[in-house]
């Protein structure tokens, strides 16, 4: 009865404790963001700044060679274009892989599943010398066309949660004088909300976090991206301006933050429905 009355109290506590830990760079990072660029691994032992530096955020927007916003811009574009690709492909496949027979299905469903095992530095060289043939480098191109193809973690995905959806509905709908491609638009696409919405913050997450792939194929500061802005802000010559550096990397949060706690139940009815609950 003892246990039973603290268990609660023990398991918020111990939650919480865990959380502050986990979270703990971040907050060392927001309040880094308003100390002077100087102080701030000086006094990396203090958390709060002994002065308040708010010019960090303003210095920031303003950005080295172009406003910060324009940076923000450019991602947003790439990550939009990215996350529509991909999660119309994905799903246009998963519902080949779940619904339709053909010669060597298995075999190429287990192929894409080998490729989830596949490390992502393997295929870089060759992706580098086809988008070089094809005159892509320096544009947004190598950013978001491979999305078009689909991704085999979110095929993945949708495949698992389509073969839940009864097989009598494909036979209604072909009574109906349904084809594939409307059985697939105007049937399964509305009840793949849920994994839908999954794939596309996921795929929203990784594209605005993602730095190797602008460093790669971006050379234009107009077209940087948000993650490499942040490292203009470094400088191997000269100091380092980390107090803007910083700023901008919590305003660069702001909208994963914000992704996260406005659609947090789709991901987890996405994962649960589709066979991935732990």
Known sequence: MVWKRFKWPVYHILVTALAIIMLYPVIWMLFSSFKESRLIFLT?????????????????????IYPFSKYMTNTIVIVVIATIGAVISSSLIAFGFARLRFV????????????????????????????????????????????????PFF???????IKTIPGELD??????????????????????KSSLATAAIFSFYWRWEDLLGPVLYLNSPEKYTVSMALK?????????NWGAMFAMSIVSLIPVIAIFF?????????????????
């Open 44 to 64: 990396a032992d203090s958390l709060f700044p002994d002065t308040w530096i708010w010019s960090n955020y303003s210095e920031g927007w303003k950005g080295t």
């Open 155 to 161: 095929i993945f995905l949708m495949v698992q949660f």
């Open 171 to 192: 036979d209604a709908a072909a009574i109906d004088g349904c084809g594939k491609f409307r059985l697939y638009l105007q049937v399964i696409m509305p009840l793949l």
């Open 262 to 278: 406005a659609f947090q139940k789709q991901i987890v009815q996405g994962m649960s429905s589709s066979g991935l609950k732990g």
């Open 232 to 240: 203009m802000f470094l400088d191997s010559e000269s100091a380092s």
């Open 104 to 151: 060597g299905q298995k075999f190429w469903f287990a192929l894409m599943m080998v490729t989830l095992m596949l490390p992502h530095d393997v295929v870089l060289v060759p992706q580098y010398i086809i988008f070089t043939k094809l005159g892509w480098l320096n544009t947004i191109l190598p950013l978001v066309v491979p999305s078009f193809f689909g991704m």
